[in-house]
């Protein structure tokens, strides 16, 4: 149970949260939070944030996707970008599963656009232990690597989340 409190504590401490994804998003400092993100805590993802900065982005969200919608790039399955052994992705997401309380209160899903497919880039785990719970949508942050990507299909992103709230 000091799992939970901790990775909470931490999380709302480091402004990881949604709620403060949203905050930057207004600001128009959403890049400005998924650095800050990738680059803090326990979760630090510092190669991911390296890469990012190899180029321009465009950035969109957060905004609520239905789990469904997106692809996973790590898992036990076969064909997956990372694979991993099957026994140490239930352990993980199980035991991250017993932290959730509410989507609100974990970093969104940081995702990149590819040729239609939202790839989950950071959260893979939090995606798996989100199902695990039950929770059929979560909060992302979606990455266009061109700029006629972002402003044709940020759009249909923003529509699926309207579509989701009605």
């Given at each position: 149970?000091?799992?939970?409190?901790n990775?909470e504590e931490?999380?709302?401490?480091?402004?990881?949260?949604?709620?403060?994804?949203?905050?930057?998003?207004?600001?128009?400092?959403?890049?400005?939070w998924?650095?800050?993100?990738?680059?803090?805590?326990?979760?630090a993802?510092p190669?991911?944030?390296?890469g990012l900065?190899?180029?321009s982005r465009?950035?969109?969200?957060?905004v609520?996707?239905n789990?469904?919608?997106?692809?996973?790039?790590?898992?036990?399955?076969?064909?997956?970008?990372?694979q991993v052994?099957?026994?140490?992705?239930?352990?993980?997401?199980s035991?991250m599963?017993?932290?959730?309380?509410?989507?609100l209160?974990?970093?969104?899903?940081?995702?990149?656009?590819?040729?239609?497919?939202?790839?989950?880039?950071?959260?893979?785990?939090?995606?798996?232990?989100?199902?695990?719970?039950?929770?059929?949508?979560?909060?992302?942050?979606?990455?266009?690597?061109?700029?006629?990507?972002?402003?044709?299909?940020?759009y249909?992103?923003?529509?699926?989340?309207?579509?989701?709230?009605a």
């Open positions: 149970m000091a799992y939970k409190i990775i931490e999380i709302r401490r480091l402004e990881c949260d949604a709620p403060s994804a949203q905050r930057y998003a207004r600001e128009g400092k959403l890049e400005e998924v650095h800050k993100y990738l680059m803090a805590g326990q979760w993802n190669g991911l944030s390296n900065k190899l180029q465009w950035w969109h969200g957060p609520e996707i789990l469904s919608d997106l692809a996973r790039a790590v898992g036990p399955e076969s064909g997956m970008e990372y052994e099957n026994d140490y992705w239930v352990n993980r997401i035991n599963a017993k932290s959730l309380t509410h989507p209160s974990i970093p969104p899903l940081i995702v990149e656009y590819r040729s239609g497919e939202l790839s989950i880039r950071d959260g893979n785990t939090r995606h798996g232990a989100m199902g695990v719970v039950g929770w059929t949508k979560c909060w992302v942050i979606i990455w266009y690597n061109t700029e006629n990507d972002y402003r044709e299909f940020s249909v992103h923003s529509t699926q989340q309207n579509q989701i709230k």
